[in-house]
């Protein structure tokens, strides 16, 4: 068949995979340079892809092959506003990952190369899920990304790595199971209205009755649930992101859970429409929880990497609800956070992941005074903090203040309960920079290095982007706004007409 562009996007970090393993395990560094240079060739590619995008129809850079004909499924792909943007994502922090993680495998159960070569593999079926449009296609890469991302944290992790990979592996096959009855569901519902099709566009035609669109919508939301992930289907994500290397905890938050709000946009928004506004209640509920009982537990947090994950957490209760507040605002705040929430959380791992390998410990309470000894640590930490906690002029702060103004145009409530998250996040990377950076320099602290140039130049393109698009993030939304109109017309919602106090002269 004819590769096209996103084929090839795909296929590159794949070859680096391979050429990565055949390289002899005496010449590892060859081995990190090979992987290094196919992720900055697709994040050129990825880039070439980006400029070029543009929608005229329900996808750009579409490719359809018959894949297995006997129950409709296809090898299709294509590009919509939210999955180019979270492919951009994908493509800028993996060559960032690899970058600081350059020395973090030698510790890890297996070779140096096999680190490299589970994050290009990670890559590509990353790629593939944001762009497949083939229900059945997009099952198979979800599945799939567990394997790297089992292996990443099982082979080259902290002391309980086995533990937090087996629960990350059960909880998501759990879901994904649940999500399998669905595919099946959708090939039934398909099989009876004709000709079986996964296309997405096919399967936006069928007419489903209520009972059955509600039950195969729960078989999705509960799947991405798991992935984003929500209370209280949360607590491997702790777990998974305190034993994982730095690296291997920014893929896990920064992409592979932004599968699961992506696959609410796509598939719950997309396939179910009816039933989306059914559940929206409830899901917005359960979004709330997240975002204050994340904020609360990472308050009292003493592990820096567990503490991160729970940020997360509250963050993706922002992005659920934006998602399911049913407003273009809100929708198109929360595919930008999704972004915005990839770059600051990808800093803010990497850097205490260099402040770890440093002290040797992950324990708030071993450290104080490090502003002290090491300035440039403690000044980008503070700023990743200050990006983590939406600070007006950083990039997550416009996508937050979306979400959270879409939310309030339809439900005030939630989203003026939901505003204690943005308070809470003060205190929880406040109080974290203060215990760890500030005060009498603590024994041991003394000794701590600061950054060096490769650390430097790992974390300099995030906070550019952030400094960047929180300054001017309109190219961004650009993008979005298309895929989000889409969207809400399929849902059949408009945003709520604003409200004008009327005068008695105008009466």
């Not at 994982?244 to 896990?252: C, K, M, R």
Request: with cysteine; charged share 10%.
């Amino acid at each position: 068949m004819n590769i096209g562009w996103l084929t090839l996007t795909m296929l590159l970090p794949l070859v680096g995979v391979l050429a990565t393993m055949v390289v002899p395990k005496a010449k590892a560094l060859l081995s990190k340079q090979i992987a290094l240079g196919c992720s900055l060739l697709t994040l050129v590619l990825t880039l070439v892809i980006a400029v070029g995008y543009q929608q005229n129809g329900p996808a750009d850079y579409e490719e359809t092959h018959t894949w297995i004909e006997a129950f409709g499924a296809h090898y299709a792909v294509g590009l919509d506003g939210v999955g180019i943007v979270l492919i951009v994502l994908t493509a800028l922090l993996t060559p960032v990952v690899l970058i600081a993680s350059w020395n973090d495998a030698k510790s890890g159960r297996w070779s140096e190369k096999s680190f490299f070569a589970w994050i290009l593999g990670l890559e590509a079926l990353s790629i593939g899920v944001f762009a497949a449009t083939d229900v059945f296609l997009f099952y198979v890469l979800f599945e799939a990304t567990l394997i790297p991302m089992y292996f990443l944290i099982g082979g080259f992790g902290g002391a309980q790595r086995s533990y937090a990979a087996v629960k990350f592996l059960l909880y998501s096959l759990l879901g994904g199971l649940l999500m399998l009855a669905s595919v099946v569901g959708l090939y039934v519902v398909s099989a009876k209205a004709g000709d079986p099709s996964y296309l997405l566009s096919d399967m936006m035609k069928l007419d489903m009755s209520q009972n059955t669109e509600r039950w195969l919508f729960l078989g999705f939301f509960f799947a991405f649930a798991v992935k984003a992930p929500m209370v209280p289907f949360h607590t491997w994500l702790p777990d998974a992101a305190a034993e994982a290397t730095p690296g291997t905890s920014v893929l896990l938050v920064g992409i592979l859970d932004k599968i699961g709000t992506f696959g609410m946009i796509r598939f719950c928004l997309g396939l179910f429409p009816n039933a989306s506004e059914w559940a929206t209640p409830v899901v917005l509920v359960l979004a709330l929880i997240s975002v204050l009982y994340g904020a609360l537990v990472a308050i009292g947090q003493t592990d820096i990497k567990r503490l991160i994950a729970y940020t997360s957490i509250s963050h993706f209760g922002f992005i659920v609800m934006g998602i399911f507040a049913l407003t273009s605002q809100g929708l198109t705040g929360s595919t930008l956070y999704m972004f915005n929430h990839g770059l600051s959380t990808a800093a803010l791992f990497l850097i205490a992941g260099y402040l770890i390998s440093r002290r040797g410990s992950a324990r708030i309470a071993d450290y104080g005074g490090v502003e002290k000894v090491a300035p440039v640590l403690a000044g980008t930490f503070l700023f990743a903090g200050l990006s983590s906690l939406a600070l007006p002029g950083l990039s997550p702060f416009i996508s937050e203040f979306m979400v959270l103004a879409g939310t309030f145009s339809r439900h005030k409530v939630i989203a003026v309960i939901a505003v204690l998250g943005i308070v809470l996040a003060a205190l929880y990377i406040l109080i974290m920079y203060q215990r760890l950076m500030t005060g009498p320099v603590r024994d041991g602290i003394d000794k701590i290095k600061d950054l060096n140039f490769r650390e430097v130049f790992a974390i300099a393109p995030l906070v550019l982007l952030i400094v960047g698009f929180g300054i001017y993030p309109k190219p961004v939304v650009d993008i979005i706004k298309p895929a989000v109109e889409s969207t809400m017309q399929r849902v059949g919602v408009t945003d709520p007409a604003p409200q004008v106090p009327v005068t008695e002269g105008q009466k």
